[in-house]
């Protein structure tokens, strides 16, 4: 684990900044499980390059890569294991449980987090691995402290997100007993708003916290922490330095905890930072992870939700503080993406944006298109885009999209205030998929004020849909922080309390887990567990039947031939030989209403209903609220064909639908 263990910054000498100039403040940044192990930390990257920036000397520790160097030693330990911790538990905490005994330096009640987890679905397998990793681990984390200690750092910033906290808590507390005057920092998604404040507050060995966006404020406090060191003024300067950083959580000269109030407004578009990547590649090759993943980089385009700020889906929490929609510029973008693609000999990226600049299509969408590039990409969208958007995207190098699906219930969707209806959901599958690009997507309920009936009409035709990829899963919904349900509890959602994983990891008072909490837990709402039940066995289905499964048309001399290779139809091939049929066919290219049909093709309404009729039967339409779509995909543009494409919808899927 000691082996060139830090990501370091190119030599320096020859830079036009002179040695009397460097500052002396050495920064170790941290990435603790369960950190993706195929990517490096957008987070660290951004604030390696805002304190290299600003002269001080910056390491990078890829500990979870240490963690695997060091669990595959003494465990038959695999990327599916890793996988659970990092993302399918996330919802029950067992990666931040597995850390909680090293947290505070006794083991947790295994019992009663076993039945916990039995309750939530986790198999014997699961269970007994967490079991074992919680009494493992402590010997990990001290190791790993040791050796940042023995780095003599004057700052150690972890980051923090998803199921890292545990994990970062634990190895903090180790550093601090081993280097008091280490000064330990936290950042991250975890510690945003009253999370940040609450973390700060409960666990004394954390120094500062910084809430929100980090470009600013962490290089901030390095700068007050060289003044400090150098002399260069007193105790009350340096107070005043902290004070005046906004968002941060600090102690003062007494002890005392001080939070500043968070930014006011977001950071600009133009301030946002490029991250640094070196050594990255370097340390995975050595590593075991090598072994099992495909490297790949994160990139930056826009910060916030341009949907959001108009009408915030009832249940994201996603964008915290700062909802505020900012894009940079499409010639920044793309030559940041193509900068790192070259620096770095890799062509996979994820754009970690939570929905994207619809102006990129006609800008860094169609440059790639129309560049001598082979980059590969996985985008946030929003579900309502049109056939020739998902073509560009796939022109672009698209393999993947996060396209926010979550139901196709119109009634459902109008709940979540999603802008969409169940028809152009089902339109987003065939067309993503004519396009040759993966969608990924979660079925959520529980939402307060559904019925089951908004569940029995998709229940009915999920089989005609098995050749459009299928849901990563079926979920009730949790409540997050951040989100307008945690937020207003006249939507259906109040006495809130803290998911009940935190009480077992934290061990703290409930009125401090309701503030350090991400997840809480109500009253279910919506459809009972019966019918959750038979949706998620009906996702399971279409999972199990995708592969095989076929749905495509394609123009034949003025005819549409249609091929099914769909168990729930007996039939293969069908003709659309009638012009006026054909013609019907392709209006039902975008959602429909039967009159709306009529009114088009100029064919009489009793003649429409027939054909709906028989088109129903025979699997070809999805409708919905009286809107009707045909679910057939172009045959010539299947997704199977892309070069790539199952490689990364396997690898990315599970990861990417976390949220």
């Given at each position: 684990m000691s082996g060139a263990p830090y990501d370091r910054a190119p030599d320096t000498a020859g830079s036009p900044l002179q040695a009397s100039e460097v500052r002396q403040v050495?920064?170790?940044?941290?990435?603790?499980?369960?950190?993706?192990?195929?990517?490096?930390?957008?987070?660290?990257?951004?604030?390696?390059?805002?304190?290299?920036?600003?002269?001080?000397?910056?390491?990078?520790?890829?500990?979870?890569?240490?963690?695997?160097?060091?669990?595959?030693?003494?465990?038959?330990?695999?990327?599916?294991?890793?996988?659970?911790?990092?993302?399918?538990?996330?919802?029950?905490?067992?990666?931040?449980?597995?850390?909680?005994?090293?947290?505070?330096?006794?083991?947790?009640?295994?019992?009663?987090?076993?039945?916990?987890?039995?309750?939530?679905?986790?198999?014997?397998?699961?269970?007994?691995?967490?079991?074992?990793?919680?009494?493992?681990?402590?010997?990990?984390?001290?190791?790993?402290?040791?050796?940042?200690?023995?780095?003599?750092?004057?700052?150690?910033?972890?980051?923090?997100?998803?199921?890292?906290?545990?994990?970062?808590?634990?190895?903090?507390?180790?550093?601090?007993?081993?280097?008091?005057?280490?000064?330990?920092?936290?950042?991250?998604?975890?510690?945003?708003?009253?999370?940040?404040?609450?973390?700060?507050?409960?666990?004394?060995?954390?120094?500062?916290?910084?809430?929100?966006?980090?470009?600013?404020?962490?290089?901030?406090?390095?700068?007050?922490?060289?003044?400090?060191?150098?002399?260069?003024?007193?105790?009350?300067?340096?107070?005043?330095?902290?004070?005046?950083?906004?968002?941060?959580?600090?102690?003062?000269?007494?002890?005392?905890?001080?939070?500043?109030?968070?930014?006011r407004r977001p950071l600009p578009p133009g301030e946002i930072l490029a991250p640094s990547y070196e050594g990255f590649f370097e340390r995975l090759d050595a590593s075991a992870a090598a072994r099992w993943v495909q490297p790949r980089l994160l990139v930056e385009g826009s910060r916030g939700c341009w949907w959001g700020e108009k009408h915030h889906c009832t249940f994201c929490g996603l964008n915290g503080s700062f909802m505020e929609f900012r894009s940079k510029s499409p010639d920044r973008f793309l030559t940041e993406l193509l900068d790192l693609a070259a620096r770095h000999r890799v062509l996979d990226f994820v754009v970690v944006d939570n929905i994207l600049d619809m102006g990129y299509f006609d800008t860094v969408l169609r440059r790639l298109a129309e560049g001598a590039y082979d980059v590969r990409l996985h985008f946030e969208v929003k579900s309502n885009l049109r056939k020739h958007q998902f073509r560009m995207l796939g022109d672009a190098g698209a393999v993947m999209v996060q396209p926010g699906i979550e139901s196709l219930s119109s009634r459902v969707l109008k709940l979540m205030d999603k802008g969409v209806t169940g028809c152009q959901n089902v339109r987003a599958l065939r067309d993503a998929q004519s396009a040759g690009v993966s969608a990924c997507w979660n079925y959520l309920y529980g939402f307060p004020g559904e019925t089951p009936e908004d569940y029995r009409g998709v229940l009915a035709q999920m089989p005609l849909l098995h050749h459009l990829e299928p849901p990563a899963g079926a979920s009730r919904i949790a409540i997050e922080r951040f989100s307008p349900y945690f937020d207003r509890p006249e939507l259906g959602f109040d006495r809130l309390r803290p998911a009940p994983q935190y009480a077992e990891i934290y061990r703290l008072p409930e009125e401090e887990l309701a503030g350090l909490a991400y997840l809480f837990a109500a009253e279910p709402q919506g459809i009972d567990e019966g019918l959750g039940a038979e949706l998620a066995a009906a996702v399971e289905a279409w999972r199990a039947e995708h592969p095989a499964c076929r749905l495509t048309w394609q123009e034949a001399g003025g005819r549409i031939v249609l091929v099914s290779r769909r168990p729930a139809y007996a039939w293969t091939v069908h003709e659309l030989a009638d012009p006026a049929e054909a013609a019907l066919f392709r209006l039902l290219e975008q959602p429909r209403t039967a009159a709306v049909l009529g009114a088009r093709s100029g064919l009489p309404a009793e003649r429409v209903r027939a054909v709906l009729d028989r088109w129903t039967d025979l699997g070809l339409l999805f409708h919905e609220n009286g809107a009707y779509v045909h679910v057939a995909v172009e045959s010539d543009n299947q997704a199977l064909f892309r070069p790539g494409h199952r490689h990364h919808r396997e690898e990315q899927s599970s990861a990417a639908c976390v949220g």
């Open positions: 050495k920064v170790l940044l941290v990435n603790m499980p369960w950190g993706s192990i195929e990517v490096p930390s957008l987070a660290l990257g951004i604030l390696r390059t805002a304190a290299e920036a600003r002269g001080h000397e910056v390491l990078v520790r890829e500990a979870n890569l240490d963690f695997v160097d060091w669990i595959v030693e003494r465990t038959p330990f695999t990327l599916d294991d890793y996988t659970y911790y990092a993302t399918s538990s996330y919802f029950q905490g067992a990666g931040d449980w597995v850390f909680s005994g090293a947290l505070h330096g006794s083991p947790g009640d295994a019992e009663a987090f076993s039945r916990f987890l039995a309750r939530h679905g986790a198999s014997a397998d699961e269970t007994a691995m967490t079991r074992a990793l919680h009494g493992l681990v402590p010997g990990f984390t001290a190791r790993l402290a040791a050796e940042l200690a023995a780095e003599r750092p004057d700052v150690v910033g972890f980051t923090t997100t998803f199921q890292q906290n545990t994990a970062a808590l634990s190895a903090a507390r180790m550093l601090k007993e081993l280097s008091p005057g280490t000064r330990v920092v936290f950042g991250g998604a975890n510690c945003d708003g009253e999370m940040g404040a609450a973390l700060h507050r409960c666990f004394p060995f954390v120094d500062d916290v910084v809430r929100g966006e980090g470009e600013t404020a962490f290089p901030a406090l390095l700068d007050a922490v060289d003044g400090l060191r150098a002399g260069a003024g007193s105790g009350e300067a340096y107070e005043s330095a902290l004070a005046g950083i906004a968002g941060l959580c600090w102690r003062d000269r007494t002890g005392a905890v001080r939070a500043n109030p968070m930014a």
